[in-house]
């Protein structure tokens, strides 16, 4: 029997993680060392997905299907497309270097990298997993972690941003839980795939028609779709966030660790995103399509309120948070706007865009966090108005920082650019009026960096205690290779776009 | 020798053993209290692992007349419902006994009180007449009200008066109706296998289920009925607070469904959606009390009352997928409420002298095992997947989707709300700040340690392996339910 690799990458951090705990506690140059080989295994295995994967293919490669509790038809279901490979790169590099990042923890450390061994392990299964039993156990296993990460890492509002992350995200949870058992009854299955291919067909419908029938109730199937819609979407969108739902993320990112951060705006966020694309789309098109002119509204919103609360923040961490809300708000004009009328074509580039911005939020936003951790470590503020004449002091940071803001800001040449280039473009002529309100946002995010910039590094020098130097060759480790993918997907990013696009193709045939 | 039986004989002879030694002799009592618990446990994982699944049905069955004129006999057996409990009585009964070794006062008359108690819940699960269930019901309560009386805490006196007093009534109730269907059979039979095949009159029915089914529901805890239970909890000794939650309130839920579910279908079609109604209630009303609560036991004791709700709401479903996830739910919270009572009576507050969640802060640093073990149960209680509550709840709810969608949308608040006040807990008592007077505590000793693993790896292993049981279960409640309701 071939090693199954999928499985090997998804436990492959937890199983090494049990081992970790094993080792003692105050050998900490050991510890470190031993969790940052143990993130570099999976890392590497993704890197042989990557370089094996079948970009000419539209099906599910390296599939792993058993009957897991046959009494109600939960399968152990792993496999891969198109449109999950870019997020299993992105976790398991984005993971090596948050602990990587890490190395300046003391207290509890061996606790403190075991949690993100096994936070990587819950997001691996995410983006892997595709029986709804199996996504869901690793949908909560990506909580805990996170939860703890916060409340005994984090800063001095630590405990209430930890609760408010916890019970938010469980909330959509719930009703997302409820809505697939409810499909279960009248389906039979938790299967991604057999539910999307009965829903495409109207057999779900008839289906819900006869347990609404049997049960007594007075709804529609469309009525009942539409509950279902808006219960699995509530997870999700607090998950994006999408406004309104989003306010415990200004709270997490702020008080979580610069690691905890990384992999939070990084990973955690595309998470909602990618069960959009999974789940959402093929499951419920019809619905989608006739709530996506008002959802789109809630995609705007994102966009702007998030931009304008970004403008208005002098906390740098919580700058960087909102910036998020607004990114993420491209991503989710995007899909909503697949799912208006239109040409294929305008759809395929708005698709590409939105698997691409995923990608490259999770480099830059990471790549921001990093950099406002570095500073933090250096000033012990994050306070905007206490900082200045930075450019003269550390001209590597600014060099490095400069890079990212404008990665983030959507500079040709750099990442940001060609995946909001591909939305707008896409989205443009499939929902006209809420894009080109949706360019205000670009706007204001170029004024907040750019004043961010400004502050940071031009006027008189800051008044700080202690020593300033610029980065270390241990923080130039972790943000190289973020500004290398930066010029990498600027420049090349059909290497990317080549691998979803098979699958892109093939979720658009259901809006076409 | 009957694997079965053998449970309920060795818990008694542990007991008589007991009775004989000195009352100074602490540490000979103690050790054999344990190595009681141990063979019980042993006795019962052998008889969860002996039952034959591709046969089904009663088995282990031993029958020896015992008043024949009554109609009753000593007569035993266990399928798929049984077994899980009776497990789970092994583990909370060892446990129990690891979690009681601190205790100084009146060792003796503890354990012999303990044991008898213990050998009672085995008898209730393992009997297969009516008349026989009865007394092992009442040997299970009536050591309570000692146990409680006389080594409680916070108004022991109330709550094991209190009590007794709710149980008494509902055992009442069961006596009513158990004599009903004596008379009513026509076969003059108290045995369960002969009843349950009688047809009884649908009135007949309509009458008598509620009388079993609320007497055994005070048990388990049926809301309005539950508010014995929580100050009961508060009162009891750690170790017997383990037993009642874990595996007392069981009994009542056994018995609602051994007894009148299964004898008087009838009766169940149309009292079980009112039922169902006071189990979401349950659920949702236990999950509220507990977010408010200040005794850390308080907390605990209400979120039993809001689990119980899920038993209760999976039995009321009268569909194989919710009843099986009744059962397992049963299973699993025995275990992880065993295992918050043991964290919170033995771990805590036998160190920390208060339960006030106010005065409590910052345990883990000095209680880190307290902590991991609390976080296990927590989230299994919160129902995350992975560990052993997923899998109940998922199925508890599936069987309720199926019969009464309404409540099932509702009994989700009661599953965000449990998860705001384990979090809320858990940051009272284990994070913030240390107490000053809370900064030199004892660490946890290792029979404290042993305990604690125990229960944890069962909640992780069901989590896992949710098959193990759900086979079993699943395999003996199918078709039983489609017997009762074609």
């Not at chain 1, 038809?73 to 990587?100: E, H, K, P």
């Not at chain 2, 008589?16 to 100074?24: A, F, S, W, Y």
């Not at chain 2, 690891?98 to 205790?103: H, M, R």
């Not at chain 2, 065993?338 to 969640?357: E, K, N, P, S």
């Amino acid at each position: 029997m071939p090693l199954p690799i999928l499985t090997t990458i998804n436990l492959f951090p937890l199983m090494g993680g049990l081992l970790f705990l094993l080792l003692p506690s105050e050998r900490k140059g050991l510890l470190r060392v031993s969790a940052f080989l143990l993130s570099l295994v999976p890392f590497f295995l993704s890197l042989v997905l990557l370089l094996q994967f079948d970009r000419t293919s539209q099906a599910f490669q390296w599939v792993e299907k058993f009957p897991w509790i046959p009494t109600i038809g939960v399968d152990y279901f792993l496999a891969v497309d198109g449109l999950s490979l870019g997020m299993i790169f992105l976790t398991t590099f984005l993971t090596s270097l948050a602990i990587l990042t890490s190395f300046s923890i003391e207290r509890n450390l061996k606790t403190y990298l075991f949690l993100f061994l096994l936070l990587e392990t819950g997001m691996l299964g995410v983006f892997m997993a595709l029986n709804f039993f199996h996504f869901f156990l690793f949908w909560e296993i990506g909580l805990i972690p996170m939860f703890f990460l916060i409340k005994i890492w984090g800063s001095e509002n630590r405990h209430y941003a930890a609760f408010k992350f916890f019970v938010y995200t469980l909330f959509g949870s719930v009703a997302m839980l409820l809505a697939f058992q409810f499909l279960y009854l009248a389906s039979g299955t938790f299967d991604f795939t057999e539910l999307a291919e009965l829903s495409q067909s109207g057999l779900l419908q008839t289906k819900l028609v006869f347990l609404t029938q049997r049960l007594g109730l007075t709804l529609s199937p469309d009525v009942v779709m539409t509950i279902a819609f808006f219960a699995v979407s509530l997870a999700f969108a607090i998950k994006v966030p999408i406004w309104p739902f989003h306010t415990w993320l200004p709270d997490a990112h702020t008080e979580a660790p610069t690691a905890g951060s990384m992999v939070l705006a990084g990973i955690l966020l595309k998470m909602g995103v990618y069960g959009f694309l999974r789940i959402v789309l093929p499951i419920f098109p019809k619905v989608l399509q006739t709530f996506a002119p008002t959802l789109g509204l809630f995609a705007l919103a994102s966009i702007l309120f998030g931009a304008f609360a970004a403008m208005a923040q002098t906390d740098l961490k919580r700058m960087i948070a909102y910036s998020s809300v607004n990114h993420m708000g491209y991503c989710m004009l995007g899909i909503f706007a697949i799912a208006a009328q239109g040409e294929t074509a305008a759809k395929a580039s708005a698709l590409n865009g939105v698997l691409l911005q995923m990608f490259n939020h999770g480099i830059s936003a990471a790549a921001l966090f990093f950099m406002v951790g570095v500073l933090y470590d250096r000033a012990h503020t994050r306070d905007l108005s206490k900082f200045g004449g930075l450019r003269k002091i550390m001209p590597v940071f600014a060099g490095l920082m400069g890079i990212s803001t404008f990665s983030s800001l959507g500079l040709p040449g750099l990442n940001g650019f060609i995946s909001e280039l591909l939305i707008f473009r896409g989205s443009f002529p499939l929902m006209t009026g809420l894009t080109l309100a949706a360019t205000g946002g670009l706007l204001i995010t170029a004024v907040y960096l750019l004043t961010m910039m400004e502050r940071l590094f031009h006027g008189p020098l800051g008044a700080f205690h202690g020593p300033f130097p610029d980065m270390t060759r241990h923080e130039l480790a972790v943000a190289l290779p973020l500004v290398f993918f930066m010029f990498l997907v600027g420049i090349y990013p059909s290497f990317l776009l080549e691998l979803a696009n098979r699958s892109v193709m093939h979720l658009l045939e259901i809006f076409s | 020798m009957n694997l079965l039986s053998g449970t309920f004989w060795v818990s008694l002879a542990g007991a008589l053993v007991i009775l004989l030694l000195k009352k100074e002799a602490h540490r000979a009592i103690k050790w054999t209290a344990a190595l009681t618990g141990f063979i019980a446990l042993s006795l019962s994982l052998l008889a969860y692992f002996h039952y034959d699944l591709a046969f089904g049905g009663m088995q282990f069955i031993l029958k020896r007349p015992w008043i024949p004129e009554f109609g009753i006999d000593f007569h035993v057996g266990a399928d798929g419902v049984s077994l899980p409990l009776v497990l789970l009585t092994g583990f909370i009964f060892f446990t129990g006994v690891l979690i009681a070794w601190n205790i100084e006062d009146r060792p003796k008359e503890f354990f012999i009180l303990f044991l008898t108690l213990v050998a009672g819940v085995f008898g209730v699960f393992v009997s297969l007449n009516l008349f026989l269930l009865f007394v092992f019901y009442e040997l299970a309560v009536l050591p309570m009200y000692l146990l409680i009386g006389v080594w409680g805490s916070t108004r022991k006196e109330y709550g094991a008066m209190k009590l007794t007093l709710y149980l008494l009534v509902g055992s009442a109730l069961i006596f009513i109706g158990m004599l009903a269907l004596y008379f009513k059979s026509g076969i003059q039979s108290f045995d369960l296998m002969k009843l349950s095949e009688v047809r009884f009159p649908t009135n007949f029915q309509k009458i008598v289920f509620p009388l079993i089914f609320v007497g055994f529901g005070v048990l388990g805890g049926l809301w309005p009925l539950h508010t014995w239970s929580p100050v009961g909890h508060v009162a009891a000794p750690t170790s017997v607070s383990m037993l009642h939650a874990g595996v007392l309130m069981k009994l009542g839920a056994y018995g609602c469904f051994r007894v009148a579910i299964c004898l008087l279908p009838e009766g169940a079609t149309f009292w079980l959606p009112w039922i169902a109604m006071l189990a979401t209630v349950n659920i949702v009303y236990g999950s509220m009390i507990a977010m408010v609560q200040r005794d850390f036991k308080f907390v605990i004791g209400y979120s039993s009352v809001s689990h119980m709700g899920f038993v209760l709401l999976g039995l009321a479903s009268m569909d194989p997928v919710g009843v099986s996830g009744a059962v397992l739910q049963m299973f699993s919270h025995g275990i992880m409420t065993g295992l918050f009572f043991a964290i919170v009576g033995r771990m805590v507050y036998d160190r920390t002298h208060t339960r006030d969640l106010n005065e409590l802060g910052g345990l883990s640093g000095p209680l880190p095992f307290a902590n991991f073990c609390f976080i296990m149960s927590g989230f299994a209680s919160m129902g995350l997947p992975g560990l052993s509550g997923f899998v109940a709840e998922l199925q508890i709810l599936l069987g309720t989707w199926n019969r009464y969608p309404i409540l099932a949308a509702l009994s989700g608040i009661g599953i965000v709300v449990t998860a705001a006040y384990i979090l809320r807990v858990l940051h009272k008592v284990f994070y913030g700040e240390l107490n000053e007077k809370l900064h030199h505590l004892e660490p946890i000793t290792t029979v404290e340690k042993v305990a604690g693993i125990i229960l944890v790896s069962q909640l992780i292993f069901i989590g896992l392996f949710p098959f193990v049981m759900t086979n079993l279960i699943y395999g003996t409640v199918e078709p039983l339910i489609r017997r009762l309701f074609p």
